[in-house]
């Protein structure tokens, strides 16, 4: 039989809220965490909206030892794994240090931090650039401090596909676990809001360039032309459910139950793209079918022909308006490797609390076919959920997560 | 050779600016003869620290020599001979 994995902690870390808690409040009551950029000055480009992670001050969660050798998104990132690992009350002195490890995703590693040192070596020379520059900078950063911080020596890793990475660094821990490690730490944690990394974002043509906050995020809605980029993300705690119950893990959110990844053609391909292949083949590996799956969270691009391709495959499996679609992600932006996993957990919420988060501020354009939750939380009993992401230069990937007994 | 000598209490300032501080190790204690490592500063941090006083300092300091001086006395005199 195959190792039912299960998460047993979560640690959030978004634009419209502070720990688990507070971001699930917020996303209930539909608070907007995007607004101008104030982390550098943004007048002078085309897109000036941002969801920021606010009233974050490192030195109260991180020893001053971890601050000269940490970007903003990796301190976010050992806050929220240490905010996990406190929900999941795992002592990790007591477990085995190779029965643990780290998979995380990254889109872009410690983009303000290799900034500012990329600055003092033009402008200043060589011997002005961080020593810690040498890591600081990398994609798989977030799981080495994380590792280092908690002891866990067990197998780590980073997965590297934008969005959709906050999904499958989840299957790889997943698979990790089946593999024999007991306990791994996984999510994504995301961010680079500095110039080099904003005209990087602006490169893909996706950012919206709206300048009022209600208006400037709106996937499946026929305004819709592009996205506010977001920080901050989701660190998970994910178990061998046996282990979790030998260890007596006090709360078991639930099964990871399924989850396939896929890749579009290329564009001048005459193949069909990935994203319906990615649910059948999630759905397939859960052993659950279209009826199963009471709400879908979904990517959410905001780009009409990235919306339409999500809805055709929504509406092509599931039928036209016949399951609740939501993306409480319009109130954060998209947070690149964090926003798969935010998702993630947004979806664990709703089955414990029996409430879908809504979609703000958007209109539903009528041809999409989608039940699409807007405007407030509506009330309804879930024992599954399908989370969708999406990464820039065609990754798909699917989840199905499934309450527990 | 530098016109100004490297005190214990300018190396304790850089360290702190340049690494932080472990919260397990009393730096304002006798640390001279305190090994580096045990002080919660491993090879990188020393780098980290030797650079800002290459500049401070406007000496050279060669990166193999310094991760061989392991505590503050021998950092010091490192510093202070070159």
Same mark, same amino acid.
């Given at each position: 039989m195959t190792t039912q994995v299960v998460v047993t902690g979560l640690g959030v870390i978004a634009p419209n809220g502070l720990g688990l808690g507070q971001w699930w409040a917020a996303t209930l009551r539909g608070v907007?965490?995007?607004? $101008?950029?104030? !982390?550098?000055? @943004? /007048?002078?480009? $085309?897109a000036r909206l941002v969801g920021e992670v606010k009233d974050f001050d490192p030195a109260e969660h991180l020893p001053s030892r971890l601050l000269p050798q940490t970007d903003h998104m990796t301190r976010l990132a050992l806050v929220a794994a240490d905010w996990a690992l406190a929900d999941a009350k795992?002592?990790?002195?007591?477990? $085995?240090?190779?029965g643990m490890g780290v998979v995380t995703a990254s889109s872009a590693g410690g983009f303000e931090f290799g900034q500012r040192e990329l600055q003092n070596l033009w /402008? !200043?020379?060589?011997?002005?650039?961080?020593?810690?520059?040498s890591f600081a900078w990398f994609y798989a950063v977030n799981t080495g401090q994380i590792s280092i911080r908690n002891g866990m020596r067990g197998p780590s890793g980073v997965v590297v596909s934008d969005q959709a990475g906050g999904l499958d660094a989840v299957a790889q821990a997943r698979r990790l676990i089946r593999k024999g490690t007991p306990l791994m730490v996984t999510g994504g944690v995301d961010g680079s809001t500095c110039p080099w990394g904003w005209v990087a974002q602006l490169a893909s043509g !996706?950012? /919206?360039?709206?300048?009022?906050a209600d208006r400037a995020f709106l996937p499946?809605?026929?305004?819709?032309a592009g996205h506010v980029p977001g920080e901050g993300g989701a660190i998970l705690v994910l178990e061998d459910a046996e282990a979790a119950r030998r260890r007596g893990a006090s709360t078991v959110y639930c099964e990871i139950a399924g989850y396939a990844a896929t890749f579009d053609p290329r $564009?001048? !391909?005459r193949r069909p793209p990935g994203l319906r292949r990615a649910i059948t083949l999630a759905l397939e590996d859960a052993g659950? /079918?279209?009826?199963?799956?009471?709400?879908v969270f979904a990517?959410?691009? @905001?780009v009409p022909e990235l919306d339409r391709i999500e809805a055709e495959a929504i509406t092509a499996v599931f039928?036209?308006?016949?399951v609740p679609v939501t993306a409480p992600k319009t109130m954060t932006g998209r947070l690149y490797a964090g926003g798969g996993s935010l998702d993630l957990v947004a979806a664990l919420m709703t089955i414990r609390d029996g409430v879908i988060p809504p979609t703000v501020n958007v209109t539903p354009?009528?041809?999409?076919?989608l039940d699409l939750v807007v405007g407030k939380p509506r009330d309804l009993p879930v024992q599954a959920a399908l989370v969708l992401a999406r990464g820039y230069g065609g990754y798909n990937a699917a989840i199905v997560v499934r309450s527990i007994g | 050779m530098s016109d100004r000598t490297l005190t214990i209490d300018d190396l304790k300032r850089i360290l702190r600016e340049c690494a932080g501080a472990d919260e397990?190790?009393?730096?304002?204690?006798?640390?001279?003869?305190?090994e580096f490592i045990d002080l919660g500063y491993d090879s990188l941090a020393m780098l980290e620290t030797s650079s800002r006083i290459e500049r401070e300092y406007g000496i050279k300091l060669d990166d193999d020599t310094v991760v061989s001086a392991t505590t503050p006395r021998a950092f010091l005199a490192l510093v202070n001979g070159s």
């Open positions: 907007n965490g995007i607004a $101008p950029v104030s !982390r550098f000055d @943004a /007048s002078g480009y $085309p795992v002592d990790t002195s007591t477990l $085995p240090e190779y /402008s !200043r020379g060589g011997k002005y650039v961080s020593a810690y520059q !996706r950012l /919206s360039t709206a300048v009022e499946f809605d026929a305004r819709a $564009p001048d !391909r659950m /079918s279209p009826e199963d799956i009471d709400v990517d959410a691009a @905001a039928g036209s308006h016949a354009a009528a041809d999409y076919g | 397990q190790v009393d730096l304002d204690g006798d640390i001279l003869d305190t």
